[in-house]
């Protein structure tokens, strides 16, 4: 005979549990919640990060600074007619060299008596188009490069790989050096040394993420409704994979706009008089042992800014775009 | 003609360790509109055969002989366009953890859409508009909605309710559900049976795969046991559960709990299921066998019918009930006898005997 455990325990009854909602109501509430796409979510999160923002908002001022410093035109036509600078940055003779800031030359002016304010502000367009430039180009290059390299495998895989091994065995900054030594001074030059030393780290960073990513339930449910396999990758493998490589990349646009300045503090930037900040900081070298401070000082603290506030910003991308990072839980508990 | 037939199908497996055997000589088939249901223990080799049908094995498994004929149509010398079509348009599949099989970065509405504009020729509104009618027809509420959503906005059995949807986009002819139920909780469980009820009704073919007897009892029109790579039994369902005829599956079903069940402690087959690196040599569940004999040691014995009759070839005797081992054989050294049978105790008593 069967035993019921329950059997001379008396009956269970539960009185007044009764309900008149229907079982689909709690599906309909939950249909009306609002939905957002990761990347609303990621900046609802970068907003709630201060320093983040803060930082943002330095880079915004910069770049606003650079744009409107001097009047922008395209073949001939005036597309922004704004100049917040108050002298042409190239312009010298303006006033006497040397002259310590005064409130006609806010930061001073250099040997060739230029304006030194004119000239940082006019200097961001060369710094922040180069960091955002050559992080792109190099991101162009490396994405594609590492995602094949990770998806395909075998003899592609390690083609690629070793290359970027190769690549990994010179010093970044002695490899651009080399760089343009060989080709040379000028603005694409520059971007494109710096390009040919990063993308390796970004075709690195994806190609194991895209490893793992691969091997997930959903890559191997698209390819069992018959995607194509550029398809998946380009769809599935790469998007999911994506997130370390932009926060790398954010980062990794202070570390450009430092190596530019380092280029160009070498003299191996752009053309010596250039009004780029390491470039001012190369020429105004001399001028630590005589004590004009200013002319070096202000395009070196233009570029502290700008690395620190693009530092801010990536940690603060990453914390977003990763919301499991040590970093956040350590926000929180404050 | 049977919709999918697979005959002698060896699949292997090449690791450091030697080549693994992980489907032996299996073959089955599958008519239209029939479910079948694949059972057997983790590593029996269930899921490698449905990836195999797919065309779906990657490095290091391959396909080393045998032949899968879908509609007819020789799979294992289709092109590889081929095959790409032939998945999720004729043969959609259904997996195990469907918050894993949902990519996370698109709308669930956009990924059934997806599967309409690979297999079929609508574009833009009108695969989105196809999505949503899916999502309808797979019992999602309020589908307009919930197709802007994302899958972490669902619960489990909503977005394994999505993936059948994905699967049918191509309005196939074949769906291989691999375990389909198995992260889901009962009631759940038997809202999805019901659905994949619903659409085989349809004349859509199902194969299901599962370690769960009692989903299979209840769905399937015929089961195909596996162990260790081979098919043990193949029978309609009622005979399987009434009268299973392979030792492996009297075990199988003795270690189920039942509701009354007055027993301190399940039964179960002792051992576990032998590394397919080196099988045992003869029977390979030998080893774990309370009848096993000498002759088990050295003879694997072929699929029988379990009437006595020995068929080596892969014949579309589909309906037939037949087990592989040694008492079913006629020319083997076995003497023993199955001496397990199967009680019913709700009133009718029927006994199944399992000897020859």
């Known amino acids: 005979m069967p035993r019921n455990p329950l059997d001379g325990r008396g009956r269970l009854r539960v ?66 007619p704004v100049a917040l600078a108050p002298y042409d940055p190239g312009a010298s003779g303006i006033a006497p060299a040397y002259r310590p800031p005064s409130l006609a030359h806010p930061f001073g002016t250099d040997w060739a008596g230029r304006d030194v304010f004119s000239r940082v502000l006019y200097g961001g367009r060369y710094s922040l188009s180069i960091g955002v430039i050559a992080v792109s180009l190099a991101l162009l290059v490396g994405v594609p490069l590492g995602a094949v390299a990770g998806y395909v495998g075998g003899w592609v895989d390690e083609t690629i790989m070793r290359l970027v091994d190769v690549l990994y065995a010179f010093p970044f900054l002695v490899l651009a050096i080399a760089l343009v030594a060989v080709f040379g001074q000028g603005f694409w030059k520059l971007v494109g040394a710096l390009v040919a030393v990063g993308w390796i780290g970004y ?13 997930r339930d959903y890559v191997l449910a698209a390819r069992a409704l018959g995607a194509s396999d550029r398809r998946i990758l380009r769809r599935h493998v790469v998007p999911n994979a ?41 020429a105004g070298r001399d001028t630590l042992v005589g004590g004009e401070w200013w002319v070096t000082v202000f395009p070196g603290l233009a570029v502290f800014l700008f690395v620190l506030s693009i530092n801010l910003v990536g940690d603060g991308v990453r914390d977003a775009l990763d919301p499991d990072a040590d970093t956040d839980t350590y926000r929180e508990a404050r | 003609m049977a919709l999918l037939e697979v005959s002698d199908l060896d699949v292997r497996f090449y690791t450091e360790e030697g080549a693994v055997q ?5 073959s089955y088939t599958l008519d239209r509109g029939e479910r079948l249901g694949v059972v057997g223990e983790s590593g029996a080799g269930k899921t490698v055969t449905a990836l195999a049908v797919l065309g779906l094995l990657d490095d290091p498994g391959r396909i080393e002989g045998g032949s899968i004929r879908f509609d007819g149509e020789e799979l294992l010398d289709a092109s590889p366009d081929r095959l790409r079509r032939l998945r999720g348009g004729e043969i959609g599949m259904v997996f195990q953890d469907p918050e894993t099989a949902l990519d996370p970065v698109y709308t669930v509405g956009e990924q059934v859409a997806e599967a309409v504009r690979v297999h079929t020729d609508r574009e833009g509104a009108a695969a989105h508009d196809r999505a949503v009618s899916l999502l309808d027809r797979v019992g999602i509420p309020d589908p307009a909605t919930r197709a802007t959503q994302y899958p972490h906005e669902f619960s489990g059995g909503m977005a394994q309710r999505v993936v059948v949807a994905i699967a049918l986009a191509g309005d196939p002819d074949l769906l291989i559900a691999d375990e389909p139920t198995t992260g889901l909780d009962v009631t759940i469980e038997a809202q999805l049976l ?54 492996y599956t009297a075990g199988l079903l003795s270690a189920i709990p039942r509701i009354g069940d007055d027993r301190d402690r399940l039964p179960t087959i002792p051992g576990t299921t032998p590394d397919l690196a080196s099988p045992p040599p003869g029977c390979r569940f030998h080893p774990r066998c309370p009848y096993a004999e000498d002759a088990c040691t050295k003879r694997d014995p072929p699929l029988a019918d379990v009437d006595g009759e020995v068929r ?30 199967v009680e019913i105790t709700d009133g009718v008593n029927a006994d199944g005997e399992g000897d020859p």
């Not at chain 1, 300045?261 to 003299?267: I, P, V």
Request: glycine share 8%.
């Open chain 1, 242 to 282: 994506i997130a370390p490589v932009i926060v790398q990349a954010t980062l990794n646009v202070g570390t450009v706009v430092l190596s530019a300045a380092a280029l160009g503090f070498l003299g191996l930037g752009l053309q010596p008089g250039t009004a780029e900040w390491g470039s001012m900081l190369s």
């Open chain 2, 194 to 247: 019901d659905l994949l009820d619903d659409l085989a009704d349809d004349d859509l073919a199902v194969q299901l795969v599962s370690h769960d007897l009692g989903v299979v009892a209840g769905f399937c029109d015929r089961v195909v046991v596996m162990y260790a790579g081979q098919a043990v039994e193949r029978a309609p369902v009622d005979d399987l559960f009434y009268r299973p005829k392979h030792p």
């Open chain 2, 22 to 26: 992980a489907v032996d000589a299996l």
């Open chain 2, 312 to 341: 080596h070839t892969s014949d579309s005797d589909a309906g037939g009930h037949r087990a592989a081992c040694l008492a079913y054989v006629d020319d083997a050294d076995f003497d023993g006898e199955l001496d397990f049978r």
């Open chain 1, 15 to 80: 009185r007044g549990f009764e309900s008149d909602d229907a079982d689909g109501d709690a599906e309909a509430a939950a249909a009306t919640t609002p939905t957002t796409d990761r990347w609303r979510r990621a900046w609802t999160r970068f907003r709630r990060d201060h320093a983040a923002v803060a930082g943002l908002a330095v880079i915004a001022v910069m770049a606003l600074l650079a744009v409107f410093a001097r009047p922008i035109e395209v073949s001939g036509v005036v597309v922004q």
């Open chain 1, 203 to 215: 075709a690195r960073l994806i190609r194991g993420e895209v490893l793992g990513v691969s091997e």
